[in-house]
């Protein structure tokens, strides 16, 4: 199965796609989608690439689920509209090409990649270039984007063999089990 991670931002969103095979997990790609080359007074425009650029990463690498970070609020109103419009758009294009998606906050993919909520961004990039071992970490949207997927790819194994181990699922999805899915 091959699952997408989506880090949203309305400047740069980061993606990154895995492969399971059980609980085996293989890097397939990351990167970013950018909109910095846009005029910030051009936002219809900015959601569109955002929108396009997660639809064609989508197909190209023909994902099989998805997952995206869920917004915090900030304490700047605006940006936190400008992100949850950012966010919008990558859901819009994950829908509409009827790919399930899970949500799961910053703190849940900090626990389950590196074992604690208050993970800086190096420690996450060193956390993915371990588990996927990579000759180098990728940017900190790319990594974050991995870090979703894998916590993904960590909640869809546990919960397909919940039945069979029990004490083994609750361990593991206990710091990401509270994610939102549909």
Known sequence: MKIL???PGLQCTGFGVIETSGQQVSYVASGTIK???????????????????????AEQFQVDQAAIEIVFINNN?????????????CLSALVSLSLPVAE?????????VAGHGRAQKAQIQE???RILSLSKAPGTDASD????ALTHAQVAWSERHAQLKPNLVARHTGAVKAGRSR
């Open 5 to 7: 991670g989506i880090d």
């Open 35 to 57: 909109t910095t080359h846009l005029s910030t007074t051009h936002l219809p425009l900015r959601i569109k690439t955002i929108f396009d650029g997660v639809r064609e990463v």
């Open 77 to 89: 109103p605006q940006s936190s509209l400008l992100l949850g419009q950012a966010r919008g758009a």
């Open 104 to 112: 799961y906050t910053a703190l849940q993919m900090k626990k389950s």
């Open 127 to 129: 956390m993915v270039k």
């Open 145 to 148: 984007a991995l870090g979703l």
